[in-house]
């Protein structure tokens, strides 16, 4: 007799059926499945960091780093983005170039809330930037189907096309690769809420 099937009364052979145990199983394993796909769809918090040029959806908000370097600021160009004065022995001035995109109806601000993060845990604020710095990051009120940013300003024509989020950081911390750059949701200060996304530096 073939296993798994038992003889009918006309000579052919008909499947058994499942027992209580296999169908609770059964029922187990694809209740879990659309529990796992359900949380999956309604979560937009990420586990781990995006690399620069990917956009990040922070409360609601799109942000992109388009590039991060180190400034020298006996470079002409740097020396726009920052006048001084040089960052003491043992450390570097780093440079993180953003857009802030509002791709929903309404208008939502921008965080003010930014931290480079290293693998040992150490946290770096970014400097304060004089008014006059027409590159610097402004946490303005996007509104709809705009960006900051905004078109035609000298942050979105320069060569980095990006807001300037200005970081010290020492070189001994650099080391500690990757460092993050950690994206708060605006007005909350709920670690919970943040992203990260992994600088090239």
């Given at each position: ?53 990917l956009g990040l959806e922070v409360n609601g908000l799109k942000y992109t780093v388009f590039i ?123 670690v919970s809420d943040h992203q990260r996304v992994e600088l090239d530096?």
């Amino acid at each position: 007799m073939i296993a798994g099937k038992r003889r009918g009364r006309t000579g052919g052979y008909i499947p058994r059926p499942m027992s209580r145990r296999l169908l609770r199983l059964l029922a187990a394993g694809v209740l879990a499945l659309a529990l796992v796909t359900t949380l999956g769809a309604c979560s937009k918090k990420r586990d781990f960091p995006i690399r620069e040029g990917l956009g990040l959806e922070v409360n609601g908000l799109k942000y992109t780093v388009f590039i991060t370097r180190e400034l020298n600021l006996r470079d002409p160009e740097d020396k726009s983005y920052f006048k001084g004065p040089e960052a003491p022995p043992g450390s570097a001035y780093y440079g993180v170039f953003l857009q802030v995109c509002n791709e929903g109806s309404k208008p939502l601000p921008a965080t003010r809330d930014f931290t480079v993060v290293d693998t040992q845990g150490n946290h770096f604020q970014p400097i304060p930037l004089p008014a006059t710095n027409d590159y610097r990051y402004k946490p303005d009120i996007v509104a709809p189907h705009r960006c900051l940013p905004t078109l035609g300003s000298m942050a979105q024509i320069g060569p980095a096309s990006g807001s300037l989020l200005l970081f010290k950081i020492p070189n001994a911390n650099i080391e500690n690769r990757p460092l993050d750059l950690q994206i708060g949701a605006s007005g909350t200060q709920n670690v919970s809420d943040h992203q990260r996304v992994e600088l090239d530096i």
